[in-house]
């Protein structure tokens, strides 16, 4: 039996993974034959980190950020991510002695514009929005189911659920409440960042950033929140050699006190560290870890009577510390510009575990797969600096 799944699950891995690495495979040879094709000589770090945010339908209509590399030139960015989210019904109830009761269950596809645009030397306005597809649960159970049993890894209850079902739902009394099933489009919320140039030259990037996003997203406005978010962060950039990037950030993060069904966001801080390493003239790895406070103070008990395991819910994904690894490559094109594939995979740190502090311990997401292409304009000033 273990055999059998073994087969299924490397057949399911092998098929996702040359899918998506096609482009790796094929592009570097084609752009080396290039007739003119002009050299490379984007400086390994140019691009910055992957972009990796929480991609949950609920945890995107409230602010979150990922940090940047180089700010001082124009960039145009688009990423197309696609998130696997399973969170079984989760009733909550809170202090007032009410339940607040939030699920997701679905696929949740996201279409990202990022831009940015220096307007004077040391000051950048950015700007980033998109569209989502919420849709299609269980699309990747399957292969999640194989690999867990596979290594025999808690399943999270999903045998116990529907399959194809797709529902977004956040209830509570006296509180702004929806329950959408089925497939739907979402437009979330945009945000304006300003950078602040505080140090730069050819081999160290620092930066100060402030972001602002208002509630204009579909969640956002089903949820009515009103006041607009705001953020706060420092961002680090050293170049080794042109071989490798160490990127550093941390930000601060204010939710206006935005309500989730009676739940209460509050403040969070975000760090941020990763590492790019050119294995090839046109091709780099990276590996980055993504530490984040708490959404939710504690206070909330789970009514374990009326649902699932613990661990099925987004319990600790909205009430412990999320860790996000990512791993990834990024293809260096002509022209300044860079096509990046990453995979990154949630960790909660589990606060009550006295052997395993650092442990699987959630699904919210369960795991996210993305695609980007970004693509750095010539520079508006002519100080030399860390992007030449």
């Not at 304006?192 to 730069?200: D, G």
Request: charged share 15%; glycine share 8%; hydrophobic share 45%.
């Amino acid at each position: 039996m273990l055999a059998v799944t073994l087969n299924i699950f490397m057949r399911r891995v092998a098929r996702l993974f040359f899918t998506l690495t096609a482009v790796f495979l094929a592009a570097a040879p084609v752009l080396a034959q290039q007739a003119g094709a002009p050299p490379l000589d984007a400086p390994v770090g140019l691009f910055g980190p992957t972009g990796q945010v929480v991609l949950h339908p609920l945890r995107q209509a409230l602010l979150d950020v990922s940090a940047r590399g180089v700010v001082t030139r124009p960039w145009l960015r688009v990423e197309r991510s696609s998130a696997q989210v399973w969170n079984s019904t989760m009733p909550l109830a809170l202090p007032n002695r009410t339940i607040s009761t939030h699920t997701a269950d679905g696929q949740l596809e996201s279409l990202y514009l990022d831009m940015g645009l220096p307007v004077l030397p040391w000051l950048t306005l950015g700007l980033r929005g998109g569209v989502q597809r919420f849709w299609g649960g269980g699309v990747m159970d399957g292969l999640i189911e194989d690999f867990h049993a596979t290594f025999l890894f808690y399943n999270f209850d999903r045998d116990k659920a529907p399959k194809g079902h797709t529902e977004l739902r956040v209830e509570g009394r006296n509180h702004p409440s929806f329950q959408w099933v089925g497939p739907r489009v979402l437009f979330p919320s945009p945000v304006l960042s300003l950078f602040f140039t505080l140090l730069e030259n050819r081999t160290t990037s620092l930066s100060l950033r402030l972001d602002w996003q208002p509630p204009l997203g579909d969640v956002a406005k089903a949820l009515r929140l009103a006041s607009p978010e705001l953020g706060v962060g420092l961002s680090l950039l050293r170049r080794i050699l042109n071989v490798a990037a160490f990127h550093f950030s941390l930000h601060a993060l204010s939710h206006a006190g935005a309500s989730l069904g009676g739940l209460a966001a509050q403040g969070q801080l975000l760090g941020q560290v990763g590492l790019e390493w050119r294995v090839l003239p046109q091709v780099s790895l990276i590996m980055e870890d993504r530490l984040q406070s708490p959404l939710f103070a504690r206070g909330p008990k789970l009514v374990s009577s009326r649902a699932l395991g613990v661990r099925s819910t987004a319990f600790n994904a909205y009430f412990t510390p999320s860790n996000i690894i990512t791993g990834g490559a990024r293809l260096y094109l002509p022209g300044d510009s860079a096509l990046t594939l990453y995979v990154g995979e949630d960790f909660m740190l589990c606060t009550e575990c006295s052997n395993a502090r650092f442990s699987r311990e959630s699904n919210a997401p369960d795991i996210t797969i993305a695609l980007s292409f970004e693509q750095m304009l010539p520079s508006l000033w002519s100080t030399p600096r860390l992007n030449r």
